[in-house]
């Protein structure tokens, strides 16, 4: 079991995904050596092969990060059989977690966001924003405040008739050291179980709300050297790209995907308050939860 990613139970309603941890003999062996196109190739800093994306001729697709793992994903998405090269590095659940999974959840018709959730008040409430802005500090700080967390990282949607319901993600958040100080003077006992640390930071187990529920407010988080409070703006008709910017996994680009990518951000502009939220640059996470949580309420 890879730690962090919780088994499905009848009724509960996630979408079933077959984890099944192999070889990459059996992988090699398993893919065609003619009849598939490159679709992605990404190279390292340092100019290095770091992940490629391939896709057969039955729709099977092979991610590949260099160093970590292979993973060979179903065209249905039900399926992901993972060889990692070193069963005792984290590095290859997180590439799991964070890559193949979010490429099955296409597959199987949800839509992945860059972005971090919570359950605040029985509802759905999600962070996006660039790099930095906050999204997962935010969620763990409302945590610490009786939230309940969804996701840290990527955040799946699935489009309904009364618009978008949230999944909970890896039961796996990764805290940087000093992040872990401005949540808690309490240590990562506070956020969770310590699974593993390295001298980038600790990766915590924690305890998530696995019920699908619907995304009630969607904030928009963007960094400002200009404001010293921060500041919230309903977005009565955002612009499309501000949530087409936060999508997750841009390898697959059929044009059925690319509908239904923007019908999920027309639904979640319609059914969900979506809040451009300006922040001081400086402003730790905690004051930011707490300003948060008191616009949410007014938002009942």
Not at 10 to 27: H, K, S, V
Not at 61 to 71: D, E, F, K, N, Y
Request: hydrophobic letters at 45%.
């Amino acid at each position: 079991m890879v730690p962090g990613l919780l088994p499905t139970a009848p009724g509960d309603g996630r979408r079933p995904c077959l984890l099944e941890l192999t070889d990459r003999a059996e992988l090699d062996a398993d893919w065609p050596t003619c009849d598939t196109v490159a679709v992605l190739r990404q190279r390292s800093p340092a100019g290095g092969r770091a992940m490629d994306a391939d896709r057969d001729a039955y729709g099977r697709w092979r991610a590949h990060m260099h160093g970590v793992a292979v993973c060979l994903v179903e065209a249905d998405g039900t399926r992901v059989r993972c060889a990692p090269d070193d069963p005792e590095s984290p590095k290859w659940g997180r590439f799991l977690a964070g890559q193949a999974l979010p490429l099955a959840a296409v597959l199987q018709g949800l839509e992945p966001f860059h972005a971090s959730a919570v359950t605040l008040d029985g509802r759905a409430v999600g962070f996006v924003g660039s790099s930095y802005a906050g999204k997962t500090t935010v969620a763990l700080a409302l945590v610490l405040r009786g939230a309940r967390l969804v996701t840290d990282d990527v955040l799946v949607v699935e489009a309904g008739d009364h618009g978008v319901r949230a999944h909970a993600g890896a039961a796996i958040t990764n805290v940087r050291h000093d992040t872990v100080r401005l949540l808690s003077d309490r240590g990562v006992e506070a956020l969770g179980r310590e699974v593993s640390r390295d001298e980038h930071g600790v990766r915590l187990a924690v305890e998530l709300d696995r019920t699908p529920r619907p995304l009630a407010i969607l904030y928009y988080l963007e960094r400002r050297l200009d404001r010293d409070a921060p500041a919230f703006e309903t977005l009565r008709a955002p612009d499309p790209r501000l949530l087409l910017g936060a999508s997750f996994n841009l390898a697959v680009q059929a044009p059925a995907r690319l509908a239904r990518q923007l019908d999920v951000c027309w639904r979640i502009a319609r059914t969900a308050a979506v809040v451009r939220t300006l922040v001081p640059a400086g402003l730790g996470p905690v004051p930011l939860a707490r300003a948060i949580q008191r616009d949410a309420r007014e938002r009942r």
